[in-house]
């Protein structure tokens, strides 16, 4: 993985429809195919920079922080972290907002799941593909790996916190990041308050209700999954797959819950693919 950072995409502001102000980045060719990328849990836009660094000469990418991570708002109320709306309803306003005609969205871990939220709210008509990475889509609970994020107590330590989350950025690499890019990621991950996390980990879909969604999808499905991903398990994958019959899955064999950073090299190919694939009649 190289430590050379691509300038920091152009910013804009969004209002989600409840208020929140969402910050949102953009790079490349205002005219190239699209591609959103949509984060994981206690991350943001950052951990995409592999991504912006290989495709923005080509694409048109735009990627956006979660409300409550990164430099977005943070609300206060546990409700706005919850429901079957609010994270689909995020998505939708980025993508309005920043005009996106057919983009592809590209969804890691908790990124994944706000694309099913967008898929059961809104369906699959305004985008081109999706791109599954290492995301629990389907919440059956025997899927969540010994590295998933673990229920956090209602008081904890500023030293718990921050032991918290360096062993939940460790356990997202089998392949350990440069100690510049581990010391980044760790940053933007404790700018997420534990009562924030709290807030998120009551927010859960039923499975039926996602697997209804996903077997309506018509759009070009690619699951990406490391092998040896400890956060979510490679059923979780495998589930998915068969729920949605076109889907492609990609094997990283030697990968744990970070693909894209891992082996950025074969994950960007494979996404240039892909896109470039979804444009086509």
């Known amino acids: 993985m190289t430590d050379e950072r691509p300038a920091e995409g152009a910013r804009s502001d969004v209002r989600a429809p409840d208020g929140t102000r969402l910050a ?32 923005a000469d080509r694409f048109r990418v735009v990627a956006f922080d979660f409300r409550g991570h990164g430099a977005s708002e943070q609300p206060a109320d546990p409700a706005a972290y919850q429901g079957h709306h609010v994270w689909a309803d995020d998505l939708a306003a980025v993508m309005a907002a920043k005009g996106l005609k057919r983009p592809v969205l590209v969804g890691w871990s908790m990124g994944g799941r706000v694309i099913r939220q967008y898929l059961i709210n809104y369906g699959d008509a305004a985008i081109a ?36 989350a360096i062993d939940f950025i460790d356990g997202c690499f089998v392949k350990k990041p440069s100690e510049a890019v581990f010391r980044r990621a760790l940053a ?7 009562a924030v996390r709290r807030a998120i980990a009551g927010w859960s879909t039923p499975a039926p209700l996602t697997i209804d969604a996903l077997r309506r999808v018509t759009v070009p499905v690619l699951i990406t999954q490391g092998r040896q991903d400890n956060v979510v398990l490679p059923a979780a994958a495998e589930m998915a ?8 899955v990609s094997w990283f064999d030697d990968c744990g819950h970070s693909p894209f950073a891992e082996d950025a090299g074969r994950f960007n190919d494979e996404l240039a693919a892909f896109v470039m694939a979804s444009q086509r009649p």
């Open 24 to 55: 949102v980045y953009e790079w490349g060719k205002a005219e190239g195919p699209e591609i959103v990328l949509v984060h994981g849990f206690a991350q943001c836009h950052l951990c995409f920079e592999p991504q912006v660094h290989a495709l």
């Open 129 to 164: 593909g999706i791109n599954f990475v290492a995301s629990l889509v389907i919440e059956e609970p025997h899927f969540r790996g010994p590295g998933a994020p673990k229920p956090l107590p209602d008081r904890l330590t500023l030293a718990q916190e921050i032991d918290n």
């Open 188 to 194: 933007y991950n404790v700018l997420v308050p534990a």
């Open 241 to 248: 797959a068969r729920t949605i019959a076109h889907a492609r």
